[in-house]
């Protein structure tokens, strides 16, 4: 009899499971101005490509450098301006694609001078003294206040009642305890007694005038 063909049929089936949602691993718990910030991918699954946006752009700049895989993204020395954000990963191979929750980058910085505003420089006995120091600092700065080398406040605003004994210099000390930075503004005090009756061209206090 006659030969049947015989064909061999072969299927081949490839099984990709979906990519699991990445999330976003940092290098330090805290960002600092001026310093290096990294940020990984971190994900599982057959992943053939990671790819990074930043308010989503893809990142470029001379600042930003993508390991050889592209999973981990480093900005070089950070500036306050890198929190604009937010940054994305993206994870992706032939069949599947998904990409991380946003990050929001909080660059730590400051404080900046310091500045005692809205102050005069003499005032009388009785007089209501209000003293304000600002800086710009993220987080909030810490606030320390000296009256001639003596702690009174740790709040940037306080007051007082003038009298003779709060004369003197002082000094705002402004720190920030994830940036290591500290910064001081100096402002010297007059107070002034009353004028007497019996001689009203005297001056009496710490600073004595006789026109």
Sequence with gaps: GKKKNQHSHFLSILCTA?????????SNNTAVETKDFSLTCNA??????????INGVAPAGLRIQLSPDRRTLTLRSLTRSDNKG???C???NPFYRNRS????????YGPDNATIVHSANEYRTGANITLSCVADSNPAAQFTWLHNGQPVSNSATFSIIA??????????TV????????RTATKNIIIYGEYLDWAPQLCVGLSLSVP
């Design 18 to 26: 979906p990519l699991s949602k990445p999330t976003i691993l940092t």
């Design 44 to 53: 599982t699954g057959q992943i053939h490509a990671y790819k990074w946006f």
């Design 86 to 88: 937010p940054y994305v």
């Design 90 to 92: 993206e994870i992706k």
């Design 101 to 108: 929750d946003p990050f929001t980058l909080d660059v730590a």
């Design 163 to 172: 009298s003779l004994s709060d004369a003197g210099t002082y000094t705002c």
């Design 175 to 182: 720190s920030n305890s994830f940036t290591g930075l500290t």
